[in-house]
C-alpha cells in the first residue's frame, strides 16, 4: 500500500455477486493473454502482442463501474481494457489473428482495437494520445449535458509526454467528467521509470494541475474498484476529473517474443509474481469467508472453456476479403444521416 492511499474513501461492502464477478473479469483477462502469448509463439498473430498480464485488477477495478455509453482510449497494452470493457474474448483473439471476425474486422491486430458501440472507443501504439482523446470525450460529454465519463488508461510512458500536461490542465480548467487512469509498471519497455522521471509519484502531479490525485496499489482489485467507483460518481455528478495512479508490475516481457533480461532482475520479477493480483484476491476472497473456494473453481472452469472456444472461432473464422479493404475504415454515414448534413 502506498502512502498517498489516504486519500482513498472508506471502503463499502460489496455484494457477492460484485465480488465473484470482478474475479471472473480478471480470470477472463489472464487466460486470455496466455492464449494469446501461446497463439503468438505458433505464428497465428501478425504483428506485435503485448499482453497485460500482473495489471488485471486496474482495468477490472476501473470498467466494473462504466457503461456502454462511457468511453475508453487506451494504449498498445490494450487487451484487458477491451475485454473488461465488454469486448468478448473470441472478438479479440479474431481480431489478433486479423479474421473479419475481430473487433475491429481484422484491420486492427492488437494494438487498435475498437468497438464503439459499447464505448470502446480505441487503443493506440501511439503512447499518449489517449489522454487527450479521453480529455476530447470528456469536453462533448459535459457540452451534451450528460452524465457520461471519459477514462484514458495509460503507462508511466506517457506521463513525461505533452499530452499528459496538455489533456489534464485543460480538464482541470472546465471540470471535465475524465478519468486518467496511470498504469504504473515501473517501466516504459526498458527504462525504468525511477531514471526517466523528476519527480515519480504521478498522483502527486494532480495537485499541480488543480484536480484530484490519487496513488493505488494497482495489484489490489478491491482498492482500485473502490477508488475508481468513488472518481466515476464525483465526475458523473459533474465534480470533475481525477487522476488515479495504480503501481503495479507486468510478469512477461514488454511483448511477446522480445527479451526480457538486462534492465530488470528475476529477482524483482519473483517479488510481484508473489503479488499477482489474481491470487492475492483469491486468498483474500476465500479467507474472509466471502466465496467459497469451489465457487472460484467453477469460475475458472467456465473461463477456460469460454477461451478455449474462442480460441477455435479465431481460427476458424474468414480473413477479411480483399474487395472489403476499404470498409471500416472511414465513418460512413447511413443516408439519413447523409441528408441531415
Ligand atoms: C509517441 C511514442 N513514442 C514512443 C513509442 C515507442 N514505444 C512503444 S511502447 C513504449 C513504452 C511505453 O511504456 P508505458 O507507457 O509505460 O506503457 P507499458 O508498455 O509499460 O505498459 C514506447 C516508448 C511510441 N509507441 N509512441
Known amino acids: 500500500m502506498c502512502a498517498q492511499e489516504s486519500n482513498v474513501p472508506a471502503v463499502t461492502p460489496i455484494d457477492r455477486s460484485t465480488l465473484l464477478d470482478l474475479y471472473r473479469r480478471m480470470v477472463v483477462i489472464r487466460r486470455t493473454e496466455e492464449q494469446l502469448a501461446k497463439s503468438h509463439q505458433q505464428g497465428l498473430i501478425h504483428g506485435a502482442c503485448h499482453t497485460y498480464v500482473g ?3 486496474i482495468a477490472t477495478g476501473v470498467c466494473a463501474h462504466l457503461r456502454p455509453d462511457d468511453a475508453v482510449f487506451s494504449t498498445h497494452r490494450g487487451h484487458g ?4 470493457k465488454g469486448v468478448a474474448p473470441r472478438e479479440l483473439i479474431a481480431e489478433l489473428f486479423g479474421r473479419a471476425t475481430g473487433c475491429s474486422r481484422g484491420r486492427g491486430g492488437s494494438m487498435h482495437l475498437f468497438a464503439p458501440e459499447i464505448g470502446l472507443m480505441g487503443t493506440s501504439g501511439i503512447v499518449g ?6 480529455t476530447g470525450a470528456g469536453y462533448s460529454f459535459k457540452l451534451l449535458k450528460t452524465d457520461r465519463v471519459g477514462v484514458a488508461f495509460f503507462g508511466d510512458g506517457a506521463v513525461n509526454n505533452g499530452a499528459f500536461h496538455e489533456g489534464l490542465n485543460l480538464a482541470a480548467i472546465y471540470r471535465l467528467p475524465v478519468i486518467f487512469v496511470c498504469e ?8 525504468a521509470f525511477k531514471d526517466a522521471a523528476g519527480n515519480p509519484n504521478v498522483g502527486e502531479r494532480g495537485a499541480a ?3 484530484s490525485g490519487l496513488v493505488l496499489d494497482g495489484n489490489d482489485v478491491l482498492a482500485v474498484h473502490q477508488a475508481a467507483g468513488a472518481a466515476i460518481a464525483r465526475a458523473r455528478a459533474g465534480g470533475g476529473p481525477t487522476l488515479i495512479e495504480c503501481r503495479t508490475y507486468r510478469t512477461r516481457a514488454h511483448a511477446e517474443g522480445m527479451r526480457d533480461t538486462g534492465y530488470r532482475s528475476p529477482e524483482e520479477v519473483e517479488q510481484w509474481k508473489a503479488k499477482d493480483p489474481i491470487a492475492r ?4 476472497l476465500t479467507e474472509s469467508g466471502a466465496v467459497r473456494g469451489e465457487e472460484l473453481e467453477a469460475v475458472e472452469a467456465e473461463v477456460q472453456s469460454l477461451v478455449a472456444e474462442a480460441e477455435v472461432f479465431a481460427r476458424n473464422s474468414p480473413w477479411p476479403a480483399g474487395a472489403t479493404a476499404c470498409d ?3 465513418y ?3 443516408v439519413s444521416q447523409a441528408v441531415a448534413h
Do not use: F
Not at 481494457?81 to 473488461?84: E, G, I, P
Not at 504504473?184 to 527504462?191: K, V
Not at 484476491?281 to 483474500?284: D, I, V
Open 55 to 57: 495489471e488485471e485488477a
Open 81 to 84: 481494457h477491451a475485454l473488461a
Open 129 to 134: 494520445p489517449c489522454i487527450l482523446q479521453a
Open 184 to 191: 504504473n509498471n515501473q517501466y516504459a519497455t526498458e527504462i
Open 209 to 211: 494541475y488543480g484536480l
Open 281 to 284: 484476491y483469491r486468498t483474500h
Open 328 to 330: 471500416h475504415v472511414y
Open 332 to 334: 460512413e454515414p447511413t
